[in-house]
């Protein structure tokens, strides 16, 4: 039986709550077979803070480099607030994003259509929707240099930031986002501002070489960040994967992941480059925050964070199937009226986080017997 090392970093907040059910998951899988999941935790955030004195204890950097996906849940809340910059729960989600390398962000955003009705947007634009974003994670105004604020001569203030991304950077998201294409419906949309910035027209140019290149069967097409802004609220479901620089994802991606209406269910995941040997750094957490609000009293919405065990098991283990049954099985328990208080509608029936996480292995045993019975 093949044996796969999960690390996971449950954090703060909602974050222990939502990950305890999403290990339900992997659990009833592991029992299932072929593959089983060896589950370990390490700390981070505030959590860790609390316990060792920093956000990214060393021993949290080394299991992470060893696992072979990360599941993490959130970082954060008031009570950090205050501490100096470099010990806030964020540089601990920070710098693991940065020892591992993972530049390239997928956002999937999904509509069901039991939940259809809690997207601002009117049900025959949003029902069934389902495309990928991919943002640049590690370059861009982000990270280019010069940056900062300086006075002149005359007493001016003047900002600046610097939109840099070399060929290989972009050569390297482009084949992540063809790759997802191809496991997908084989449309990819590029987005840019071309016509006013050299940085992205360069981009442009070395995603269509790749395409022309090495990915002659998908539809390759390419739209100004502006259009495309517009063309998402417009007409969402013409997209299938797209992929964007950092600063244009992270408009773009809050964008269309408020086409589904709820942030309670939306998952997302983080690559860095695939080794020689195979071995590709993926970590997988739920988009939303700790929820300081809700936070140890049973009240949130975990799946976000099944979702995000789905994309797992599609995207680090090649496990469509598996991955499938627990999408599926959240379709079925949203089906019966089942809701946690963020996607609440008249006449459902409201749980808390662990009876959805309950009502979710329940329906993918009911699930996994009618099709072992159908195989
Ligand atoms: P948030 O996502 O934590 O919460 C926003 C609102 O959505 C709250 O009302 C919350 O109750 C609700 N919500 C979020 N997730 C939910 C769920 N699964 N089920 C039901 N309701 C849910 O964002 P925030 O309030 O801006 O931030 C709170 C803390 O989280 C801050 O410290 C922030 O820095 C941190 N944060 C962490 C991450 C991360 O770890 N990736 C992301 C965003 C914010």
Known sequence: MTTKNILVLAGDGIGPEVCK?????????????????????ALLGGAAYDKTGTPFPTETLEAAKKADAILLGAVGGPKWESLDYSKRPERGLLGIRKELGL????????????????STLKREVVAGLDIMIVRELTGDLYFGTPRGVETLPDGTRRGINTMVYTSPEVQRIARVAFDLAKKRGKK????DKANVLETTEMWREEVQK?????????QLSHMYVDNAAMQLVRNPRQFDVMVTGNIFGDILSDC??????????LPSASLGARGKDGKQAALYEPVHGSA?????????????TILSVAMMLKYSFDMNKEATLVEDAIKHVLGKGIRTGDIMQDGAKKVGTTEMG???????ETLHKERSKAA
């Open 188 to 191: 990819l949309c590029s987005v």
């Open 21 to 41: 059910e999403a290990e339900k998951v992997l659990n009833w899988l592991s029992a299932k077979g072929p593959v089983k999941f060896n589950l370990s935790h």
């Open 103 to 118: 530049f390239a962000n997928l956002r999937p955003a999904m509509v069901f259509d039991e939940l259809a009705e809690a």
């Open 256 to 265: 269309a992941s408020m086409l589904t209406g709820s942030l309670g269910m």
């Open 358 to 364: 309950e009502a979710i292995i329940a329906a993918m």
């Open 292 to 304: 300081p609000d809700i936070a140890g009293k049973n009240l949130a919405n975990p799946i976000a």
């Open 210 to 218: 790749i395409g022309d290149t090495e990915y002659k069967d998908i």
